[in-house]
């Protein structure tokens, strides 16, 4: 069975930091592309970030560039999101999905399995 589960949310102040974790099962790990989105209540789902597991290879959105960092830790099925400099706008339930192919790209469409999902409030 297939299972994303991510935990690490929490309320933080602005200029805070926090990191998620995204454990994944059901696959091969080694060769997937994991993304993180996040949506606000009335908003459509947003990309933030994505790597591929085989190579490492990562992307951003410019809105978070130079204070997320996406990794992945191959020997514990796990992706994380560093996030640095948190904004009051980054404040939304943040979702971690898999894909078997790494494309690049953090739009949901890509993407086929998905987590629950994981609240990040960040206070001003």
């Known amino acids: 069975e297939v299972q994303l589960v991510e935990s690490g949310g929490g309320l933080v102040q602005a200029g805070g930091s926090l990191r998620l974790s995204c454990v994944v099962s059901?696959?091969?790990?080694?060769?997937?592309?994991i993304a993180w989105f996040r949506q606000v209540p009335g908003k459509e789902r947003e990309g933030v970030s994505c790597?591929?597991?085989?190579?490492?290879?990562?992307d951003y959105v410019d809105s978070v560039k130079g204070r997320f960092t996406i990794s992945s830790d191959n020997a514990k099925n796990t992706v994380y999101l560093q996030m640095n400099s948190l904004k009051p706008e980054d404040t939304a339930v943040y979702y971690c999905?898999?894909?078997?192919?790494?494309?690049?790209?953090?739009?949901?469409?890509?993407?086929?399995?998905w987590g629950q999902g994981t609240q990040v409030t960040v206070s001003s």
């Open positions: 999905a898999a894909a078997t192919y790494y494309s690049g790209i953090v739009d949901p469409k890509y993407y086929d399995f």
């Open positions: 059901g696959f091969t790990f080694g060769n997937l592309g």
């Open positions: 790597i591929s597991t085989s190579d490492g290879r990562t």
